[in-house]
């Protein structure tokens, strides 16, 4: 069962009133929950409350908690992800898997070769916060990314905020994660940014800006990945090399 995020000010001598409207629909008609039902709920700190559901209207349900305790279920690196915004289904599939990877901040950027506008961007960002809100509720994560579509390629890879930048490219064939980590630390702190293209690929100038500011590219393998796919692998890859698997 997915957790429903909740404000701490919720909580009042060990009793917690959901009364967001969402949350209500969903837990009461969505999931059909019944009362003396156990459902969780998280706050911003992070903190999960599992609660019994003690009475169930249609502006309000009644909870006890149980128990309480703080999620694990958070990365503990600051992963951001920026690609090539892709046409509508392949950008929500991109958004939902970037955010049930962990990453903690989303930017669908336009590049030379988008096929998207910027003013199209800009009027679906809502739909993006809702999807990646539904996907954190769905797998228990225990924090919403940031989507943010005002940024360009161009000044992400210069931003001096980011300690290390990771360009994946279908042009690289050689350089892998694996030959990085042997030269190369990365801290827990550290502000990680992975850079994936559109389907048509980084531009020429794109390819040259990046060897000006010499950030490294990366293969993803011999075959030639769409981008949702390669947006996904690049995620994977890198959290499997800095051993968040275990």
């Known amino acids: 069962m997915p957790h429903f995020f909740i404000s701490s000010k919720s909580l009042k001598h060990n009793k917690i009133n959901i009364v967001d409207e969402n949350n209500i629909f969903h837990i009461a008609i969505t999931l059909r929950c019944k009362v003396n039902e156990i459902i969780k709920l998280i706050d911003e700190n992070h903190v999960v409350y599992e609660v019994n559901i003690d009475n169930i209207s249609k502006k309000i349900i009644e909870t006890t908690v149980l128990k309480s305790y703080k999620s694990k279920r958070i990365s503990p690196y600051n992963i951001s992800l920026a690609h090539g915004v892709l046409n509508s289904d392949d950008e929500y599939d991109v958004i939902k898997m970037a955010t049930e990877l962990g990453i903690s901040t989303i930017y669908p950027i336009v590049t030379d070769n988008s096929s998207v506008k910027k003013d ?104 030639i990945l769409k981008a949702p796919t390669a947006c996904v692998a690049s995620i994977s890859n890198l959290l499997y090399a800095l051993n968040w698997y275990g």
């Open 120 to 223: 199209i961007v800009l009027k679906k960002i809502s739909k993006f916060e809702k999807i990646a809100y539904e996907a954190a509720k769905q797998c228990e994560r225990a924090n919403i990314p940031n989507i943010i579509a005002k940024r360009t390629l161009d000044d992400l890879v210069c931003d001096k905020s980011f300690d290390k930048v990771f360009i994946f490219s279908e042009i690289e064939e050689k350089y892998t994660l694996k030959d990085y980590f042997k030269e190369n630390i990365i801290n827990k702190n550290d502000n990680i940014l992975i850079v994936i293209g559109p389907e048509g690929g980084f531009s020429k100038r794109e390819f040259e800006m990046f060897k000006q500011f010499k950030l490294p590219q990366f293969t993803l393998g011999n075959l």
